[in-house]
């Protein structure tokens, strides 16, 4: 039998919510006899909501011979593994032998309470000063005014070549690597670019700040953090920010001095300063609560602690005394950061007998509280915060209507101005203006309407000839290698109004007697600017073509052969719709001209809609213009970005043929797929859409669009534009062998779950809409078979009324004939409609109930 004798040294650990307590214990047998093992234990602590207590979730060993050795734990941090790119609790423990060698052990602990001895290293003196763990695991410390650090990677002991008193902070710098921020001695190298006035400063004051990077072992500038005057009272630093903006390091930090400040600095400027309630501080954290506040916290050398908040100004919004240990981690699991400030109590041995759990807000958990008698008043709390946040969210919808009504009146201002210099024009010109007509207008007729009835493409084509212009904002082409991409560009009133989108070139009739249409195959590719995500989503085809067959001597067989060429449609939330056809049919002409047309479903009333054409204009091609490449897509590197217009952009994507795989990795994060990227590929983001990368390598994968979304660091969704199969397989061979062997790699063929998601939506929306004109139909054709329930066979009158007009009698006449009408309407509920009406109504139902039924069946592939 054997029993543990707890040692005094204990450290905590906050990790994932839980917290960690370690501590060295001895093994000693029931009879006495003295054990060679020295244990390292630890414990997994979690807080409990009900009890309001941290209890022991698991626990865990690690035995180590320990004869005639003294052990210690020196300290335990957060380090990412660099292996899998996890970031797990990592513990140096130092073992010290008779002949005053020092050895040094370095942990790492897995979810399974696993221990793993990641390396090992020997020293002849004792590590105390400025020890730091950070990423690999790798350790840094101070000796002799020397800096020295170890890694896993190497397992060698390496020293920086810079002496220096002090490190303040150490962490990740963009572009850099891992940062060491010291203090040393002044001095100024011959040749060193430093400005006059950065060269007075340390010189008058006798010491500076300096950068060291340890991967590149470079040297960085001391003032992009902080002037050189703050080096003699700065103690300790955080980094709350830095990036490369215009190839300049911007960085904003806290430091803590000698002098009980904390003084916030911007660009290597002081912008705010906050004096401290205690001496001696001696460290800075950050944490970030539930109101995305960010907060600092100052732990002193008595023990004592202090919370400075950032808003208009630093300030001290609390503060504790005979603190033990403070810890920042989301323990009630909210999904925000509090804190933990475990007190020193030394009647009880128990270490977290005493604590505070507290975000200086809602949250606040404490151990010498009774909550049985303190739920009432949270529950009335809870009453009230419910009515202020329903208060405030009334105020908002009230607010947001406002602003609403606010935009369509100024819209409204927009299109009148608009329509009146359009009519000054027509004046000037001296043309006939055209009036807008109701529909366009938004406006309701009070009479009912006659339907359309259906017509040729020939009056398809006039009629669209009278809608106006001013819908179309540009038409442009483009080339990409045996495809001719067709762009037009809608304005905003006139896309939000259209559904089913899709074009169609027409051969001007100057070529022949008969005008040939090319025909389209439709998909919609939509390219968001604000998140860079890629999707794709069919939608319907035109009505069949002319069939025409390929005949270069002579021109009427040259048009049949038009029907077997397919186009491509995009639709995009810049309002561009792009059509792709072969080219080489085109040029057979030696120079053409075709006309662009614009099809799509045009919304009337709320359940109905309209085809509509619109005349989009003329393209003209001739072998002259593409052999000098006036309408080529040019892609060019320029500082890390790939150049490109937007129509060059979407000329790609048009001609590319879109795959979606997923990426799954359970054991290390995909941070590879990036490298690969942006390395191998050689692939720029473009300029306007960040999160979709180009690529410039040279061969066959050129020109091929990628975009790489991570779900989760351990999950994500590649989607890959190329021109063939042969590119999408090479590829995805260059793409396994960067990949580790335990990832798994799906193709989304049903497309992206979040695609779906958003069609079902639309198609429930549509299926409604349409289940309500079952009941609610307005048409003509509806009203006209509709009769009423109280008088059988009886209609609403719709005869003239001008003759009732013409007296005083006749007024009151119509009148009173008017209102009986309307109260007939009104209490006539009971409504019946013909066998042909309620058939084409039951149809358009099981229409729109199939395709929400096929998006789900979609979905549930996905």
Not at 382 to 401: C, P, Y
Not at 423 to 428: E, F, H, N, S, Y
Not at 804 to 822: H, I
Request: contains cysteine; hydrophobic residues 40%.
């Amino acid at each position: 039998m054997i029993k543990m004798l707890l040692g005094e040294q204990e450290q905590f650990l906050s990790y994932n919510g839980e917290i960690l307590i370690f501590h060295l214990s001895k093994t000693k047998h029931a009879e006495g006899a003295a054990d060679k093992t020295m244990n390292l234990c630890v414990r997994r602590m979690t807080f409990n909501r009900d009890t309001k207590l941290f209890v022991q979730k698991s626990s865990g060993v690690f035995s180590m011979r320990a004869s005639h050795l003294k052990m210690e734990i020196i300290c335990c941090s957060c380090t990412t593994d660099s292996r899998t790119g996890i970031i797990l609790p990592c513990i140096l423990l130092k073992k010290k032998k008779r002949n005053n060698v020092f050895t040094y052990l370095i942990l790492l602990l897995h979810s399974s309470n696993q221990f793993e001895q990641s390396f090992h290293f020997k020293l002849d003196y004792e590590v105390k000063e400025d020890i730091r763990l950070f990423a690999g695991p790798s350790v840094l410390w101070r000796h002799a005014n020397k800096l020295f650090y170890i890694s896993s990677n190497t397992c060698t002991v390496l020293s920086a070549p810079v002496h220096l008193s002090s490190v303040v902070w150490t962490g990740e710098i963009e572009d850099e690597g891992t940062v060491v921020l010291g203090i040393r001695t002044a001095c100024l190298p011959e040749g060193e670019d430093e400005d006059e006035f950065s060269t007075l400063d340390r010189t008058i004051w006798g010491s500076e700040f300096f950068g060291y990077a340890i991967e590149s072992q470079k040297m960085l500038t001391g003032t992009c953090f902080m002037p050189h005057a703050y080096s003699r009272v700065v103690s300790s630093v955080y980094v709350c920010k830095n990036e490369i903006l215009k190839k300049q390091l911007r960085i904003s930090l806290v430091a803590v001095t000698h002098k009980n400040q904390l003084i916030w600095f911007q660009d290597g400027l002081p912008k705010g300063v906050c004096e401290l309630p205690y001496e001696k501080p001696y460290s800075v954290k950050p944490a970030v609560t539930s109101g995305k506040e960010l907060l600092f916290i100052v732990s002193f050398a008595s023990g004592n602690i202090c919370v400075v908040q950032r808003r208009d100004s630093l300030q001290v919004a609390s503060k504790w005394q005979e603190v033990k240990s403070l810890l920042v981690d989301d323990f009630i699991g909210s999904g925000s950061e509090q804190l933990l400030l475990l007190f020193k109590d030394d009647s009880n041995s128990d270490v977290l007998s005493t604590f505070k759990i507290t975000d200086l807000g809602a949250v606040n958990y404490a151990s010498n509280i009774n909550y049985k008698h303190v739920v009432p008043a949270a529950e009335g709390l809870q009453e009230n915060g419910l009515l202020t946040v329903r208060a405030l969210e009334t105020r908002l919808q009230a607010g947001f209507t406002s602003v609403q009504e606010l935009q369509q009146h100024l819209r409204l201002k927009k299109r009148v101005i608009l329509e009146s210099c359009r009519a000054l024009i027509d004046l000037v010109e001296e043309r006939t203006h055209i009036l807008p007509t109701a529909k366009e207008e938004g406006l309701v007729s009070l009479w009912d309407d006659v339907e359309n009835p259906p017509h040729s493409l020939s009056k398809e084509t006039s009629l669209a000839s009278k809608v106006p212009e001013h819908f179309i904002e540009k038409l442009w082409q483009r080339v990409v290698g045996d495809s001719l991409v067709i762009g037009v560009k809608l304005t905003e009133s006139f896309y939000l109004s259209l559904s089913d989108v899709s074009l169609s070139l027409v051969m001007d009739q100057n070529f022949s007697s008969t005008s040939p249409i090319i025909k389209c195959q439709n998909k919609i590719i939509k390219l968001n600017k604000a998140f860079s995500a890629l999707a794709v989503s069919p939608c319907q085809t035109e009505p069949p073509p002319k069939k025409m067959k390929l005949d270069l001597h002579s021109k009427n067989d040259l048009k049949k052969e038009f029907s077997k060429r397919c186009s491509r449609v995009q639709l995009d939330e810049t309002k561009t719709v792009t059509a792709v056809t072969n080219l080489s049919p085109l040029l057979a002409f030696h120079r053409v001209c075709c006309i662009v047309l614009l099809h799509a479903k045009k919304q009337k009333h709320l359940q109905e809609s309209k085809k509509i054409t619109v005349l989009c204009g003329k393209i003209l091609l001739s072998l002259e213009d593409i052999s000098n490449g006036k309408y080529s897509v040019t892609m060019l590197r320029d500082n890390s970005y790939c150049t490109g217009s937007m129509e060059d952009i979407h000329a790609v994507l048009a001609v590319s043929v879109r795959f979606s795989f997923q990426i799954v990795s359970s054991d290390c994060t995909l941070t590879p797929v990036n490298s690969w990227l942006l390395g191998e590929m050689e692939c720029t983001p473009f300029k306007e859409y960040h999160d979709n990368v180009f690529c410039h390598k040279a061969g066959n994968v050129y020109g091929t669009v990628f975009n790489w979304t991570l779900k989760n660091p351990f999950e994500g969704v590649l989607t890959l534009f190329c021109r063939n199969l042969t590119v999408l397989f090479q590829c995805l061979h260059s793409l396994t062998r960067v990949l580790p062997p335990s990832c798994d790699v799906k193709l989304l063929t049903s497309g992206s779950k979040g695609v779906l998601t958003e069609q079902l939506a639309l198609a429930l929306e549509k299926e409604m809409l349409t289940s309500r004109s079952l009941f609610f139909s307005k048409e003509s054709k509806a009203e006209n078979s509709f009769t009423w329930g109280n008088e059988p066979g009886k209609k609403i009158s719709d005869a003239p009324v001008a003759s009732l007009l013409d007296s005083e009698e006749g007024v009151q006449q119509f009148r009173k004939k008017f209102q009986n009408e309307r109260e007939e309407s009104v209490l006539s509920m009971n409504q019946t409609m013909n066998g042909a009406l309620y058939q084409e109504l039951a149809l358009k139902i099981a229409e729109a109930q199939l395709s929400s039924d096929m998006i789900v069946w979609r979905l549930s592939k996905s």
